[in-house]
T-cell receptor, first 114, second 110 residues
């Protein structure tokens, strides 16, 4: 079945550590996105990529980094510079390089900073 | 800046009790308005796209409508399996991102 796979589902991090969240898709989608979800708030865009080897900052990119070396993969690194990293992280993809509104989401990764 | 406000924050319904969720938005030129369903601990699942005022979309017990300032998601004769958080999002013209509301959590009791 085609879809988006995020791993790990749960992750615990000590303050000062970098962690990388994996996102892989087999939908042959060009565009991929990372969102952050906090209780009582809407999803907020961290980074997005329309094509391989290119990505743009979203609304809350500070303290995060990404790479897009392969069409299928869009990993997110949460660095120690991110002051409040505890959140639910969602990876998504869409057909084509222009968002049609139909995003396909993964199951999410819940990061907790101890 | 695009803004999306959803109300109410939470809605508790008895099975069969129809109701509506509201999504108010401000955007500089609407490309599209989108509804998603999200189950606890899962990623959102796409439901509908609406592009212009007056447009309606239906799927099973759900019906989405759109005006120039808001969208409604009507749930007709809900069942317990309709319990979820419903998210609304908008996309402006010439923009690649979606702006999401905080969602309405619907609980349907048998």
């Amino acid at each position: 079945d085609g879809g988006i796979t995020q791993s790990p589902k749960y992750l615990f991090r000590k303050e000062g550590q970098n962690v990388t969240l994996s996102c892989e898709q087999n939908l042959n989608h060009d565009a991929m996105y990372w969102y952050r979800q906090d209780p009582g708030q809407g999803l907020r865009l961290i980074y997005y990529s329309q094509i391989v080897n290119d990505f743009q900052k979203g609304d809350i990119a500070e303290g995060y980094s990404v790479s897009r070396e392969k069409k299928e993969s869009f990993p997110l690194t949460v660095t120690s510079a991110q002051k409040n990293p505890t959140a639910f992280y969602l990876c998504a993809s869409s057909m084509g390089s222009i968002v049609t509104g139909e995003l396909f989401f993964g199951e999410g990764s819940r990061l907790t900073v101890l | 800046e695009d803004q999306v406000t959803q109300s109410p924050e939470a809605l508790r319904l008895q099975e069969g009790e129809s109701s509506s969720l509201n999504c108010s938005y401000t955007v500089s030129g609407l490309r599209g308005l989108f509804w998603y369903r999200q189950d606890p601990g899962k990623g959102p699942e796409f439901l509908f796209t609406l592009y212009s005022a007056g447009e309606e979309k239906e799927k099973e017990r759900l019906k989405a409508t759109l005006t120039k300032k808001e969208s409604f998601l009507h749930i007709t004769a809900p069942k317990p399996e309709d319990s979820a958080t419903y998210l609304c999002a908008v996309q402006a013209m010439n923009d690649y991102k979606l702006s999401f509301g905080a969602g309405t959590t619907v609980t349907v009791r048998a």
